[in-house]
């Protein structure tokens, strides 16, 4: 496979390890043959399903916990990893930015879920136990966030509830926080650094993040403030703690 696909992407700097894990004498030849792997992977557990004759009776969802890397001589642009978002540097894995945190997610269920259909329903990992408890008749244990997608997957749109928001928050990399409130999304980065500006974009109009709009929406900066202040708990580990929010030093 090496072979062929280092024939298909043709000459390449060597990747000499200064950006994290091992050098690597062909780093896009290497990665594409990872997620060609990984593919033919999936393909061997769905064959294996058929030989158990469990598969008609199997959910697959494949999906990644965050965006493509920039670490480890990854060259995700070369290979519109996230289209159409930025993967450098600050747009992509380890930041909030829709780069970092929006990924596509696969089910598979024959005879459940219509084939070649797609869904703009806006969920998150959180939801995957709520929806897993009631595809299995299990009640969900209280004071959980997530709201099961089970409607969405059975095409049954209409039954299917949505987050009012979701937030998330990230200690590394200086401090960041962003919230999804229906088509805006605002961010605030460089918190330990004593930044509480809150960037905000329409993500309608402007998918990429590059229009900040704070300024003409003072009303929506106010609501998804509250929900910042709401949302965040000091953490445990005190090093992942944001003196700026107000987390306490030790």
């Given at each position: ?39 033919e992977?999936v ?25 493509p ?8 642009p ?34 459940k ?63 960041q926080?962003?919230?999804r ?67 306490p030093?030790?």
């Open positions: 496979m090496g072979g062929i696909l280092s024939q298909k992407i043709g000459p390449e700097e060597h990747y000499v390890g200064n950006k994290g894990y091992f050098p690597c004498q062909y780093p896009r030849t290497t990665y594409a043959a990872m997620i060609s792997y990984l593919d992977q393909g061997d557990l769905v064959k294996h399903l058929k030989a158990l004759n469990i598969y008609e009776n199997t959910l697959i969802i494949f999906s990644s916990d965050n965006g890397t920039y670490t480890g001589g990854a060259d995700t070369f290979f519109n990893s996230a289209r159409p978002f930025n993967t450098e540097y600050g747009w992509g894995k380890g930041f909030v930015n829709e780069g970092g945190i929006r990924v596509p997610m696969i089910a598979s269920w024959p005879g879920i219509a084939a070649n259909t797609q869904s703009d329903h806006i969920s998150c990992f959180i939801d995957v136990l709520p929806t897993l408890c009631e595809l299995t008749d299990i009640d969900t244990p209280p004071g959980l966030d997530g709201i099961s997608f089970l409607p969405t997957l059975m095409g049954e749109v209409d039954k299917q509830k949505i987050h009012e928001y979701l937030y998330w928050e990230f200690p590394e990399y200086n401090g926080q962003a919230v409130l229906g088509n805006f999304k605002a961010i605030r980065k460089n918190i330990q650094e004593g930044n509480l500006e809150i960037e905000l974009y329409d993500l309608s109009t402007d998918i990429q993040e590059l229009n900040n709009v704070a300024k003409e929406h003072p009303e929506i900066v106010l609501k998804i403030k509250t929900i910042m202040i709401k949302e965040h708990s000091p953490a445990t580990t005190e090093r992942f703690r944001m003196l700026a929010l107000g987390d030093s030790s």
